[in-house]
């Protein structure tokens, strides 16, 4: 048996480092810029003046930094020879992967990386021209079309964009001199940018080296790439770079990150959300299975009569009734006096009035009233299943030559259900055990929402909703943790409960 777990826990560790493999690209595939979404959006607005854009082009890097983000995404990357190894020095991700698009047409990345900069020092030049009644219209079409330049990779759409801007410097402007009207250009400052701007779009076109685009190269960075910093952080034996200001999380020494919905520690969101989650589903559980297994052994005894007849018509009535239609319900006839009685309180954990200093009796009453109908909701769709499960294990088991046996030598009949029998008709149970591991992380969603349950499955839905992927991702990791531990378990329980079951190898 010992043998048998070490092996197994041996196959965890590789399967585990598929689905955080899995789970970090999928984080990286996931839509919008994460930190743009810790920052909730503060960094699109491009119509400050200068001191206001670089300050939160600061902000922005700062905290890209502060994410890991500057750094390369895996160990190594496949590409071709037109790629640097310091793309990823391009902070913003639509305009990394802009550059990319570019690289791929063009393979010349010197001239691309020198319009990029000429786009970005017309970008500040413009912000810096202050708009009044005389240009107001000419300087909003520079700085847009600028904007839109850093995410446009097309030649028609690029060359639109520039010759609008083009167009803007050379409209002269009427104002008043002396009470005399004068012809003057008030965009003057620009027109050495700009002509920059568009020398260096024509190098890129011209002297292209799309050969380069079709030459593979294999680039490796090392430990320093965001996938070791996610799951590693800053453990010394795996780490190159200790430097705590780059090095914050680390999954494996229990750092999920931060929050991008709030900025709070998600193991801090998930401590607060584990215990109710845990607390609903370990009553429901206990109840489930404190029901139906009762009732399981009890049909297979008596199969086939009215007791087993009727009890498995109503477990299935039951089972076939949508828990959310269930709780809805519940909530309307029993918790709002306009319908029915007011016997529960409508959601919620606990009451919203309930003192800080209050006893610990008064806590747990209040607490057990408000969980009553969640739990009835979560319990009542499982009795059908498990008993029978219940039933179809202990109805092969009762047909064995061993039960026959056990009569044959006078044990009366309780003995041999609950002794003989019962015990090898486990299999079934302990194979639905090893699900209550991540069911205890994942949460029910539908009921903890409806009874607004600040549980794991409410946590793991509004982070969806809100793109809160580090949320989202640790309950995914998490989840997958305990699914593979709880068959481990279960594994281990089958050979204890079963003896005809060895992990053994036998000469």
């Given amino acids: 048996m010992f043998q048998y777990v070490i092996k197994r826990i041996l196959i965890i560790v590789p399967t585990l480092a598929v689905i955080s493999l899995l789970a970090f690209f999928l984080f990286k595939a996931a839509p919008g810029d994460p930190v743009e979404l810790r920052l909730q959006g503060g960094m699109q607005s491009q119509s400050g003046q200068l001191d206001s854009k670089l300050a939160n082009e600061q902000a922005y890097i700062s905290l890209s930094k502060k994410m890991g983000l500057h750094l390369p995404v895996f160990y190594f990357s496949i590409t071709s020879q037109a790629y640097p190894d310091t793309l990823n020095k391009i902070y913003r991700d639509d305009e990394r992967a802009n550059l990319s698009r570019l690289i791929d047409q063009y393979g010349n990345w010197p001239r691309i990386e020198q319009y990029y900069q000429n786009l970005k020092d017309l970008e500040y030049s413009a912000i810096s021209i202050a708009p009044d009644s005389t240009n107001f219209s000419r300087v909003r079409t520079i700085r847009e079309n600028t904007n839109r330049l850093f995410k446009t990779y097309k030649d028609r759409d690029i060359q639109r964009l520039l010759g609008e801007i083009d167009s803007a410097l050379q409209i002269e402007s009427t104002v008043m001199m002396d009470s005399v009207p004068v012809q003057k250009n008030t965009l003057d400052t620009l027109k050495k940018d700009v002509n920059k701007l568009l020398a260096s779009y024509k190098a890129v076109k011209e002297e292209s080296t799309i050969s ?296």
């Fill in 212 to 507: 380069r685009t079709y030459i593979p190269k294999l680039i490796w960075y090392g430990t320093d790439n965001q996938y070791h910093r996610w799951i590693f952080g800053d453990i010394p034996w795996f780490t190159e770079n200790t430097d705590p200001a780059n090095n914050s999380y680390g999954f494996l020494r229990g750092d999920f990150g931060d929050s991008y919905l709030d900025g709070r520690p998600v193991s801090s969101k998930i401590g607060d959300a584990i215990i109710w989650t845990m607390l609903l589903n370990i009553i429901a559980v206990l109840i489930a299975y404190m029901i139906s297994i009762p009732v399981g052994v009890h049909t297979a005894v008596k199969k086939d009569s009215k007791f087993d007849r009727v009890s498995t018509t109503i477990l299935f009535i039951l089972y076939s009734l949508p828990n959310f239609w269930i709780a809805t319900l519940l909530i309307v006839f029993l918790t709002t006096p306009e319908y029915g009685i007011n016997l529960f309180p409508t959601y919620g954990p606990y009451s919203s009035g309930l003192a800080d200093d209050a006893s610990f009796f008064t806590v747990f009453f209040d607490v057990a009233h408000h969980l009553v109908l969640p739990v009835f909701c979560l319990t009542y769709t499982s009795l059908a299943f498990i008993s029978r499960q219940m039933r179809g294990g202990m109805v092969n088991v009762i047909s064995s030559d061993f039960i026959r046996t056990a009569r044959a030598k006078g044990l009366n009949q309780r003995k041999v259900v609950w002794k003989h029998a019962f015990r090898n008709s486990l299999i079934p149970i302990i194979t639905l055990f090893a699900n209550l591991f991540p069911i205890m992380i994942s949460g029910s969603v539908v009921i903890e929402i409806i009874f607004n349950i600040p549980g794991m499955g409410q946590l793991a839905y509004q982070s969806l909703l809100a793109r809160d992927y580090p949320v989202v991702f640790t309950v995914l990791m998490l989840s997958a943790i305990l699914t593979m531990v709880g068959v481990l378990v279960s594994d281990i329980i089958y050979a204890l409960v079963d003896p005809r079951i060895s992990y053994t190898k036998k000469s």
